[in-house]
């Protein structure tokens, strides 16, 4: 089967990826880093099965609470816009991989919809625990440089990609630099971003931030993130699993094999 042609089994339930009494003994972990690849959005229910098997008393999510606020008033209308500028193109650049990543870009992450749903059920928190500041600068911009015929013009004048093989690579790319410590490509620094102040400060507030709330509540704590934050081996640049290590959290990944397949790896 052409692997361009499979669509992700969105329903996939945690039964038929991992072993739910392994899941179920990270209950005893006090912290429990969950790496995601932020843009494959099938990847929600999940999160949602990992967070009913381990039952946490508070769930924190790798999103500002700007950026949840600002995203509900403006997604309906990131979304009309980008259908209507859409509609001056062939048919074509809507199924770009390209102009379909940028329309995962503009709705909520699934990361806080399939966490913030599964604590309003529970009756519990979801804490959404990223510095503000960024998001502040950035999505303000997003109609004005993101949603205009000229960078949809770029995008879809791009060459043409297999969305789910793109998905899948990025996936194994992840699981190279978390399960060996190396990537794919050697000459690649995926971390480099965090040499930049900026990108230090925001990882020291997530630690400080996450820290403070898992010394004040008595359960486990799960944390819903990127999947470069779980990084915590070599010294060059540290990342929130380095900074976090004195409260020896369990980290995860939620990830895909080779054929596409849901995968909770459990990395420590």
């Known amino acids: 089967m052409n692997i361009c042609?499979?669509?992700?089994?969105?329903?996939?339930?945690?039964e038929r990826i991992s072993d739910r009494a392994a899941l179920k003994r990270l209950g005893s972990s006090r912290l429990i880093l969950v790496g995601t690849l932020h843009l494959d959005i099938?990847?929600?229910?999940?999160?949602?099965?990992?967070?009913?098997?381990?039952?946490?008393?508070?769930?924190?999510?790798?999103?500002?609470?700007?950026?949840?606020e600002f995203r509900k008033r403006h997604q309906a209308g990131w979304i009309a816009g980008l259908e209507k500028v859409l509609e001056t193109f062939p048919p074509a650049a809507k199924t770009h991989a390209a102009v379909q990543l940028l329309r995962f870009q503009l709705i909520m992450p699934y990361e806080w919809t399939s966490s913030?749903?599964?604590?309003?059920?529970?009756?519990?928190?979801?804490?959404?625990?990223?510095?503000?500041?960024?998001?502040?600068?950035?999505?303000?911009?997003?109609?004005?440089e993101l949603i205009t015929r000229q960078n949809i013009m770029g995008l879809a004048g791009t060459k043409r990609f297999c969305l789910v093989r793109y998905l899948l690579e990025k996936h194994e790319e992840a699981w190279h630099y978390l399960g060996t410590g190396q990537g794919p490509?050697?000459?690649?620094?995926?971390?480099?971003?965090?040499?930049?102040?900026?990108?230090?400060?925001?990882?020291?507030?997530?630690?400080?931030?996450?820290?403070?709330?898992?010394?004040?509540?008595?359960?486990?704590?799960?944390?819903?993130?990127?999947?470069?934050?779980?990084?915590?081996?070599?010294?060059?640049?540290?990342?929130?699993?380095?900074?976090?290590?004195?409260?020896?959290?369990?980290?995860?990944?939620?990830?895909?094999?080779?054929?596409?397949?849901?995968?909770?790896?459990?990395?420590?």
């Open 185 to 268: 490509s050697l000459e690649k620094d995926l971390f480099r971003w965090l040499s930049e102040p900026v990108w230090q400060n925001r990882e020291r507030g997530l630690a400080s931030r996450l820290s403070r709330l898992v010394n004040s509540c008595p359960g486990p704590v799960v944390h819903v993130g990127g999947w470069m934050h779980l990084k915590s081996d070599g010294d060059r640049w540290k990342t929130l699993a380095h900074m976090l290590e004195r409260l020896k959290p369990s980290r995860v990944l939620v990830s895909r094999d080779k054929k596409g397949t849901p995968l909770i790896r459990i990395l420590d």
């Open 116 to 144: 913030s749903s599964y604590a309003q059920e529970k009756g519990i928190e979801c804490i959404p625990v990223d510095d503000s500041h960024i998001a502040r600068k950035e999505l303000p911009t997003w109609e004005s």
């Open 5 to 14: 042609r499979k669509q992700f089994n969105i329903g996939a339930s945690i």
């Open 42 to 68: 099938a990847l929600g229910s999940i999160i949602r099965s990992f967070l009913d098997t381990i039952e946490p008393e508070l769930v924190c999510v790798e999103i500002s609470p700007f950026s949840v």
